[in-house]
Nanobody, 115 residues
Framework: VQLVESGGGLVQPGGSLRLSCAGS????????MSWYRQAPGKERELVAV????????DYADSVKGRFTISRDNAKNTVYLQMNTLKPEDTAVYYC?????????WGQGTQVTVSS
């Protein structure tokens, strides 16, 4: 099983980034997919989640209206579109796949929001 994130980097406040997470080694379309983030000295927190078919999403209050999670089951990929980025969005962003008691994590991608 592999989850490989990409798309992180350095961006100025107010800018945008699009993260991608490609899954392999499991039946991607049967898993709910989530993005988490962890800032230095803080606990890992849930940012956004999407159900297996992409019909239902949910977001942390801190990112509602700015971030959008989506998925393409044909490409085994989940995305996180991040707009109007703020310095407090700086963190390592992790992709997660979950189905019942099974859960898989990616290695993370760094997002830094700074001028």
């Amino acid at each position: 099983v592999q989850l490989v994130e990409s798309g992180g980097g350095l961006v100025q406040p107010g800018g945008s980034l699009r993260l991608s997470c490609a899954g392999s080694g499991f039946t991607f379309s049967r898993y709910a997919m989530s993005w988490y983030r962890q800032a230095p000295g803080k606990e890992r927190e849930l940012v956004a989640v999407i159900d297996s078919l992409g019909g239902s999403t949910d977001y942390a209050d801190s990112v509602k209206g700015r971030f959008t999670i989506s998925r393409d089951n044909a490409k085994n990929t989940v995305y996180l579109q991040m707009n109007t980025l703020k310095p407090e969005d700086t963190a390592v962003y992790y992709c997660n796949a979950r189905r019942n008691s099974l859960t898989y994590w990616g290695q993370g991608t760094q997002v830094t929001v700074s001028s």
